[in-house]
């Protein structure tokens, strides 16, 4: 049975940093990859960051680079996301999601696309006050 759990997120001001953490379980070991997805109230998700687990390359969208920095530790199978310079519009729900490695493969892109991903966690809520 696959499981990700994410934990880490919480009220933060503006400018202030979080860092999520994604441990999964049962997953085939670079088959699939991680990513991390958000959805703010009445917006639809979005995808936020994605680690190759295949390659090691990192993706961001366009708005978090800079700021955001994914990360993992293979030995206890958990996944990062380092949130710096937090901003109120990033307060949403924030998930982890696993995706193929081999669609993450097809191209720059490919890790966006919201219905590639197969398994997601609960979420954890992140909340930036000015």
């Known amino acids: 049975e696959v499981q990700l759990v994410e934990s880490g997120g919480g009220p933060v001001q503006a400018g202030g940093s979080l860092r999520l953490s994604c441990v999964a379980s049962g997953l085939a070991f670079d088959t699939y990859s991680i990513g991390w997805l958000r959805q703010a109230p009445g917006k639809e998700r979005e995808a936020v960051s994605c680690?190759?687990?295949?390659?090691?390359?990192?993706y961001y969208a366009e708005s978090m680079k800079g700021r955001f920095t994914i990360s993992s530790d293979n030995a206890k199978n958990t996944v990062y996301l380092q949130m710096d310079s937090l901003m109120p519009e990033d307060t949403a729900v924030y998930y982890c999601?696993?995706?193929?490695?081999?669609?993450?493969?097809?191209?720059?892109?490919?890790?966006?696309?919201?219905?590639?991903?197969?398994?997601w966690g609960q979420g954890t809520q992140v909340t930036v006050s000015l």
């Open positions: 680690l190759s687990s295949r390659t090691g390359i990192t």
């Open positions: 999601a696993a995706i193929r490695s081999s669609t993450v493969a097809w191209g720059e892109k490919a890790w966006l696309e919201i219905g590639e991903y197969d398994y």
